[in-house]
């Protein structure tokens, strides 16, 4: 039998994948330039909008790129919530500007808090999720499913079905882990945290990752070398 809080999981899960309908939710992908023009380091960017609320989330904005504001303007939305997967420098670089342009919040993985605390950017962190959380963007649910490996606070985001995986899952990838004596090791959990986690999810669940082309939870779960 499940536990209560089991089931009191289970049945939050079913109200966050209830609450969308088939064509609520609008994703746009953007190749964002972390890096600089002499030394470009192109990430993934996310603007996922919630067509009943009219809200939007920013994930991972490697850089205060303007075609977000003019995207999310084109599409009536509002963002409400900035997010990082991890940590890295290329994932949180827009981080400051964006927050304060869209007058959002900024929310970002707590295992993950040393990197920024190093790197000077957790003063603009509003919220230090953890695995399991659901966060509000401001009228629609995003699903936290912590995936640590890449780096310790490495994080996914589930929303309406369509998870955003930053640097822990790519097509036909993986990301790396830290080097050293520990590497094989560490790269072996990390296997194992994502065929738990996300292999579990539906074969048609889209997968948006921080680096490279979208891919299917189902092609990874047949092709990717780091998972077979
Ligand atoms: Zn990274």
Request: aromatic share 6%; net charge neutral; hydrophobic share 45%.
């Amino acid at each position: 039998m499940r536990s209560p809080r089991g089931l009191l999981l289970a049945l939050l899960l079913a109200a966050a994948t209830l609450s969308y309908a088939a064509d609520d939710l609008v994703v746009k992908r953007f190749v964002v330039n972390a890096g600089t023009a002499a030394e470009p380091f192109p990430v993934n960017s996310y603007l996922v909008c919630h067509r009943p609320s009219r809200s939007a989330v920013l994930i991972d904005p490697g850089a205060d790129d303007e075609r977000f504001a003019a995207v999310a303007g084109e599409l009536g939305v509002q963002v409400r919530l900035v997010l990082n997967t991890h940590g890295h420098f290329d994932h949180v670089g827009g981080n400051r500007a964006l927050r304060e342009r869209f007058a959002a919040r900024l929310a970002a993985p707590a295992g993950d808090r040393p990197l920024y605390e190093k790197s000077g950017n957790a003063a603009a962190v509003d919220t230090w999720f953890q695995d399991g959380q659901a966060l509000d963007a401001g009228g629609f649910p995003v699903q936290v499913l912590a995936t640590p490996g890449h780096t310790p606070g490495s994080s996914c985001f589930l929303i309406g079905g369509q998870l955003f995986s930053g640097d822990t899952l790519m097509a036909g990838g993986v990301g790396r882990v830290p080097e050293g004596k520990n590497e094989e090791k560490a790269l072996k959990a990390l296997a194992r945290v994502i065929r738990r986690k996300l292999l579990a999810l539906p074969a048609a669940t889209v997968v948006w990752p921080g680096h490279g082309r979208p891919t299917t939870i189902g092609e990874e779960g047949l092709l990717n070398p780091f998972l077979n």
